[in-house]
């Protein structure tokens, strides 16, 4: 008997319906573009997406089919919402959460994830890019330049929703890495301050707003000009920092030992 072809394989995989289950998406940035190719198919094939309407650009429902339920959620909390999922997968529906950036990261999922579990209501979980990928991509950077840094940390700074103590900014900048700086526009005179204590001034800062949406910007200052350039720009939400000593390391002549004449490794033996 003759296998199916390659051709064959994939037009069957992308035309079977999805399980009733909650499928958990990371939408990226803004982009459509940015999508994973899973991501693309599930929301193609889904039968109601729930979407956060105010960080998700409508692009995305493009990719639904004319059938499909859309539930915006940026006026629902999260007793909304959860019952309503589970009410459609227990209906034999499938449904996805559409989530901005990575589900991962600063995506209130963890809550969700625990009331489907109680409920017995499968899901499944679609990593997104977040906007700290797609910042260094526009910027044509390395964030971790050898020799120079090594290590990326995620954070943001206290708000409404507290860090805890050991995570504080002042704290993790002290490490003098690659830190991308969520969620923090509304306290950009108290970041700055914080950071200041441990990077040098002139240590250049990407500022990314709404990246990835067509009305996205960005900016590089020095550190030291970091709040003036947000109130310059009335930036108070969907703002990304990027504070790394990567971002003036283009002319550095430091290389990974990775692909080094002089590095052997299992796939690349020296010579006998």
Same mark, same amino acid.
């Given at each position: 008997?003759?296998?199916?072809?390659?051709?064959?394989?994939?037009?069957?995989?992308?035309?079977? $319906?999805?399980?009733? +289950? !909650?499928?958990?998406?990371?939408?990226?940035?803004?982009?459509?573009?940015?999508?994973?190719?899973?991501?693309?198919?599930? %929301?193609?094939?889904?039968?109601?997406?729930?979407?956060?309407? $105010?960080?998700?650009?409508? *692009?995305?429902? /493009?990719?639904?089919?004319?059938?499909?339920?859309?539930?915006?959620?940026?006026?629902?909390?999260?007793?909304?919402?959860?019952?309503?999922?589970?009410?459609?997968?227990? /209906?034999?529906?499938?449904?996805?959460? #559409?989530? /901005?950036?990575?589900?991962?990261?600063?995506? =209130?999922?963890?809550?969700?994830?625990?009331?489907?579990?109680?409920?017995? %209501?499968?899901? *499944?979980?679609?990593?997104?890019?977040?906007?700290?990928?797609?910042?260094? +991509?526009?910027?044509? !950077?390395?964030?971790?330049?050898?020799?120079?840094?090594?290590? %990326? %940390?995620?954070?943001?700074?206290?708000?409404?929703?507290?860090?805890?103590?050991?995570?504080?900014?002042? /704290? #993790?900048?002290?490490?003098? =890495?690659?830190?991308?700086?969520?969620?923090?526009?509304?306290?950009?005179?108290?970041?700055?301050?914080?950071?200041?204590?441990?990077?040098?001034?002139?240590?250049?800062? =990407?500022?990314?707003?709404?990246?990835?949406?067509?009305?996205?910007?960005?900016?590089?200052?020095?550190?030291?000009?970091?709040?003036?350039?947000? *109130?310059?720009?009335?930036?108070?939400?969907?703002?990304?920092?990027?504070?790394?000593?990567?971002?003036?390391?283009?002319?550095?002549?430091?290389?990974?030992?990775?692909?080094?004449?002089?590095?052997?490794?299992?796939?690349?033996?020296?010579?006998?």
């Amino acid at each position: 008997m003759t296998p199916p072809s390659p051709e064959l394989l994939e037009q069957t995989t992308f035309s079977k $319906s999805l399980l009733p +289950a !909650v499928y958990i998406v990371g939408a990226g940035p803004g982009d459509p573009d940015l999508l994973t190719v899973k991501a693309q198919r599930i %929301i193609q094939q889904a039968d109601v997406v729930v979407y956060a309407n $105010s960080l998700v650009p409508k *692009e995305m429902l /493009s990719l639904c089919h004319n059938g499909a339920e859309l539930i915006p959620t940026a006026t629902k909390t999260l007793e909304d919402i959860v019952p309503m999922m589970i009410d459609r997968v227990r /209906s034999h529906l499938s449904v996805v959460r #559409l989530h /901005s950036g990575d589900p991962c990261l600063y995506g =209130a999922v963890h809550e969700q994830i625990q009331a489907l579990a109680e409920a017995e %209501i499968p899901f *499944e979980i679609i990593p997104g890019i977040s906007a700290f990928q797609l910042a260094a +991509a526009k910027l044509q !950077v390395e964030l971790t330049v050898p020799e120079l840094v090594q290590t %990326i %940390i995620l954070t943001r700074i206290s708000g409404r929703t507290q860090v805890p103590e050991a995570e504080e900014l002042a /704290s #993790l900048a002290a490490h003098k =890495a690659s830190l991308c700086l969520y969620l923090s526009a509304r306290h950009v005179d108290q970041a700055q301050q914080k950071l200041l204590a441990h990077y040098e001034p002139d240590t250049p800062v =990407a500022i990314g707003f709404r990246l990835g949406w067509p009305d996205e910007q960005m900016w590089v200052v020095p550190l030291s000009e970091m709040a003036k350039a947000t *109130e310059d720009h009335e930036l108070i939400r969907t703002t990304l920092y990027l504070i790394s000593p990567a971002l003036k390391s283009t002319h550095s002549q430091a290389r990974s030992r990775l692909y080094h004449p002089e590095h052997r490794h299992l796939f690349r033996p020296g010579k006998h």
